[in-house]
């Protein structure tokens, strides 16, 4: 009978198609309460969408992390990026457990005492820039205190703990 097989199927508008209206997603806002694309467009359509936005994330992704890099080593060429680094390191040292050198620093109880604020300051005030420098503590029992840092080369540095 004509109405039992109206009931039974339903023409996809996607690809004209009839097919038994079990192939076809519930759309509680539609006509007959079902979606009029059959479940196999649909989901052809969801992978064809996700298949898109993949290659254009990775490109995003892609674009965005050169840009990120470049703009990290103009940074790290700067002032304050020297400086960052710099504390970054100390931080490590001081703070880290897993920082391989925490066991002469953190683990002998070296603290860092200044912010990364206040390092940069005493920089500028001092007109050090530490750029191929490292950081020597005077005391060598003492913390990292602004008062008892400075930034000498690598030679004179090596030359200061070996006496
Ligand atoms: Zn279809
Ligand atoms: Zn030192």
Known sequence: MMAALEETTKICTKCGYGKPTDKFGNQ?????????????????????????????????????????????????????????????????????????????YGSRGIKLRFTFNELYDWCVTNHVNPRGLEVHRIDNNGHYELDNIEFITPKEHGSKHKE
């Open 28 to 104: 509680p806002m539609a006509k007959n309460g079902l979606s009029s694309w059959c479940k196999e467009c649909i989901s052809k359509q969801v992978k064809e969408y996700y298949q898109g936005h993949k290659v254009e994330a990775a490109e995003y992704k892609r674009v965005h992390k050169v840009r990120y890099d470049k703009y990290r080593q103009k940074y790290k060429q700067t002032l304050r990026g020297h400086i960052n680094s710099r504390f970054h390191d100390i931080k490590e040292r001081c703070n880290n457990p897993r920082h391989p050198k925490y066991k002469y």
